[in-house]
Each structure stands twice: as C-alpha cells, then as structure tokens.
C-alpha cells in the first residue's frame, strides 16, 4: 500500500472555489455596508483582509486549529489586554470551525481516520461528562461549563489529532508553544518585578482582574510546564550552538516564571520534567537522582515557598501542617464523599465548590476546590469516569514512551525528537503537578493525549521496511528506519491490508 502524508491536504475542486470566492466577496460587501451605515470606518482595515483570512482559513484548518489552541491555553489575550478588544478567541474559533466544517463536509478531508485507544476513551469520557450534565446537582454551573470550555476542548483535540499527519505540523506546533509559552512567560516575570497580580504578596499571577485561568499561580504554574518540557527537549536534540542556546534561554525564561508562580506542585512538575529530560543522556540513575534532589532543594529555596502567606514555615511550625495542606486534605476527602453517595455520574461538571458544603466531613469555614486532577474527575464524574479518565492517561502514557524509542531507531528530524521526548516529559509532568492541582475538564491533558496519539500514528505509518532484493522480509520486521521523511515507497507489511481511514490500535 502506497502512503500519502499530504493525503489529507486535498485541493477545493472547481465549485468548492467558486463557493469560496462567493463567501469571500460576500462577507466583504457585506462588511462594508455595516461599516459605512454604523460610521465606523476602523472595519475597513479588518473588511480589506476578510478575504485573505478566509481564504487561509479554508486552506489552513491546522493552523486555525493550533491558533485556537494557543489563545485557550496560553490565554494570550488576557495576558496582552490591549488583544481583547479584537475578540480574538470568538474569530479564531469561527473561523476554526468553519474551516474544519468545510474540510469535513465539502472537501471531505477531515474524517475519522484513526481511532487509537486514547482517543477512544477520551470520546468516551466526553459521553460520561456529558451525561452527567444533565444529572448534575447544579445543571445551569455544569452546561455553563460544559459549552463554554469543555466540548470545544474536544472537537479541536480530535481535529488536531486527525489533522497532524507531516513533520511540518509538528514543528509547528512545537514552535507555537515555545512561542505560547515564552510570551505569558515575559508577562509573568514583568508582573513579578512590578508587583502587578500578585496573590499573597508574593505569588505571581495573570489577568486576575479579568477573572483569567492564569489568575490561579497554581494553574499558570502547570500551563508553563509543557512548554517548558519541549524547551528542554530541544536543548538535548539542539543540532548547532545557536539552537543549543535559544532552546536554553526560552527554557531559563519558563523556569524564572514558574519559580515566580511559588507553587509547590508547579515544583514538583518542574523536577518531574528535569527528571525525564535527564534520562534521555545521563545513564547513571544514581547520577540522576542526586541531580533531581539537588535541583528540588535548590528550586524550593529559589521559589521561596518558606516565605508563602499561605503554606509557610510560620503555618508549619504553628501546626505541624500548614492551612493549605490541611485544605487539599480536607476536599479530596469530600471528593471521595461525592463518589461513594454518587457513583456512576458523581456532582456534576464543575460542581465541586458548589456542593463541598455538603459533602465535607470538616466545614473549615469556606468551600474549596479539589486541588487534584484525580479526586476532581472522581468527585464530579463518579466511578466510571475516574477509570476512563486514569485508563486514557496510562495509555497516552505508554504510547509517548513507545514513540521515543520508535523516533530515535527512525533517526527522525531533531526538532521531531525532541516533540516525542517533550510530550513525554510533558505527560509525566501533569501527573505529578496535577496530583496537586484541578486541571481535569481544562485544555492540557486533552492537548498532550492529541498530540501523543497523532504523533504515534505518524510514526507507524510512516515506518518503512529495510530496501533487500534478495532477502524475503520477515513478516514481523524487528528494525525500522526512514529514508524519506517526506516520500513513503513501502510500509510495514503487518498493515498493508489495512487503510489508514479505519485502523485501530
């Protein structure tokens, strides 16, 4: 079977043109009538491009997609308040979902065409998290934060998934988030060095006063960290000097904004990530372990945790555990409450604070959020969801790990080794800093399990049997290697029967 890694590129046919040329024109007039019977002449500029925009949205569904993704997850636009007046998340999300309607539809380029086990469970998990708004203990919260967040997370993870399929969407990506993460970084040390935002005197944070994601330290912490893990990853596979120390200073810059952040799970995502990373070229695990406890002991004195309003050395030593400790305690012990008198749809989407009233078995006088990736997804989805959900995480898990050594045999592009090593060591990361943070229904899970499960696909479909004319191939080939990134001639036997429109792992 012949493989086409630009398969999905397929070209509009005549109509689809001539459709896209009328959507064009159509929008532009129909701009500038609105600009000139509002008075508002400032709508030219943007009238002048609308055709350009839609011409690439069109053609471009990846990159709308990867667009989208940057300004949920990096929240760019909260964290450059002079964005938001452009409502940049509504018109990239408009024109995301009219590039992908378009490609699924008229050009029938997007389609289901792989169904890892990964992706499978996280559509099930979605059915799960779905049927339970319906039963939830407060349906207006639970739909609020399921269309506003939550079912966009998944049709554009799904999109990206399907929509990954040559090396240059992955560096893409890669680059997008070493932009993503570089441009909130500069912002959080700027707040930092100024004092602006900042919670408990000292906790750095973004956007607060918009009510932004980024407002948390704790969750700022954890969006900085995948980031940081492809930063890294780049330093390990850097082919020149120049590249070696780009990937080293974006990587220095993501540290100083996550030790700003002072979080103590962001601290041990941190020494997570360095732990992975290390692996890839230290041999020596004892090595690797005096490192990581260096590199805890030094990043907790540098974060200054000890100094925290909340989680200091004066709460421990009045207590013997500190009030936010106690508190994390406290609501995963409520969260295993709402599972046991809830389990089979737990409270409900988002639902957690809302009902930790009822469920504590200690009121400290405020409610609380989990404060756990995992005892949120069991407190709010019930049983069945907190195995689907750990089920999709342990599979990403084993298929990032299987990708590395698949990549490296392939001796594959620098910067696509380093993606492979970076969602590796991004996963590792959320497990650990998640244990300790409520990320569950948010963008990062769903973006590395995407990533993961496209990347993996790629390299197993373009994996090519050694050239023999003499030698029958064996018919479980042992050894793999490339000899065109961009052009397949052969592919591995074991699925020559099989169409990449319907395989499943």
Not at 48 to 71: E, G, S
Not at 232 to 260: D, E, H, N, P, Q
Not at 355 to 366: K, L, M, V
Request: net charge positive; glycine share 6%; with cysteine.
């Amino acid at each position: 079977m012949i493989l086409n890694s630009n398969a999905s590129a397929k070209r509009p046919d005549g109509i689809a043109s001539v459709t896209l040329l009328a959507i064009s024109v159509g929008v532009m007039v129909g701009g500038l009538l609105l600009a000139l019977a509002t008075d508002r002449w400032e709508m030219l500029a943007v009238l002048a491009a609308a055709p350009l925009v839609l011409v690439l949205c069109i053609l471009q569904p990846f990159v709308w997609c990867v667009v989208f993704i940057l300004l949920a997850y990096f929240r760019v636009h909260e964290a450059y308040p002079f964005l938001l007046p452009l409502r940049l998340p509504l018109a990239v999300g408009a024109m995301c979902l009219l590039s992908s309607a378009w490609h699924a539809t008229s050009l029938e380029s997007i389609k289901a065409k792989f169904w890892t086990t990964e992706l499978v469970l996280m559509v099930i998990l979605f059915v799960l998290v779905t049927a339970g708004v319906s039963v939830a203990h407060n349906r207006p919260i639970a739909f609020a934060a399921w269309s506003d967040v939550y079912w966009k997370i998944i049709v554009i993870c799904l999109a990206i998934a399907w929509l990954a399929n040559t090396v240059k969407d992955f560096k893409f990506v890669l680059k997008a988030f070493l932009f993503g993460g570089v441009a909130i970084s500069v912002v959080a040390i700027y707040n930092k060095l100024n004092g602006i935002g900042l919670v408990e005197t000292t906790r750095v944070t973004i956007g607060r006063d918009l009510m932004s994601p980024l407002g948390d330290p704790n969750d700022l912490a954890l969006v900085l960290l995948t980031p940081l893990s492809f930063a890294l990853a780049m330093t390990v596979y850097a082919k020149s000097r120049v590249a070696f120390f780009v990937a080293a200073a974006i990587a220095a810059l993501l540290f100083a904004a996550i030790l700003a952040t002072q979080s103590r799970g962001g601290l041990l995502g941190l020494v997570a990530v360095l732990a992975v990373v290390s692996m890839r070229f230290i041999k020596s695990k004892s090595l690797i372990a005096l490192i990581v406890g260096s590199a805890t002991l030094i990043t907790f004195v540098a974060m200054g945790i000890a100094e925290r309003g909340s989680g200091g050395i004066e709460e421990l030593s009045r207590s013997g555990i500190d009030d936010s400790s106690l508190g994390r305690l406290v609501a995963w012990q409520a969260a295993v409450y709402m599972a046991l008198y809830n389990p089979l749809n737990g409270v409900g989407l988002a639902n957690f604070v809302t009902n930790f009233y009822i469920y504590t078995p200690t009121w400290i006088g405020r409610s609380l959020a989990t404060h756990s990736t995992w005892f949120q997804v069991l407190g709010e989805v019930g049983f069945p969801g907190f195995i689907v959900f750990i089920w999709m995480v342990v599979a990403t898990l084993r298929k990032a790990s299987r990708s590395i050594a698949s990549i490296d045999a392939m001796g594959a592009d620098p910067q696509m080794r380093a993606l492979s090593l970076g969602l590796h060591a991004g996963l590792i990361g959320f497990c650990v800093s998640g244990s300790f943070l409520s990320m569950a229904f948010n963008w990062p899970i769903y973006i590395l399990v995407a990533l993961t499960s496209a990347l993996a696909r790629y390299i197993e479909y373009h994996r090519v049997v050694p050239p023999s004319a003499t030698t029958p191939t064996p018919p479980h080939p042992v050894r793999w290697h490339v000899a065109d990134w961009t052009k397949v001639t052969q592919v591995n036997p074991a699925h020559s029967s099989t169409s990449i429109g319907t395989h499943r792992d």
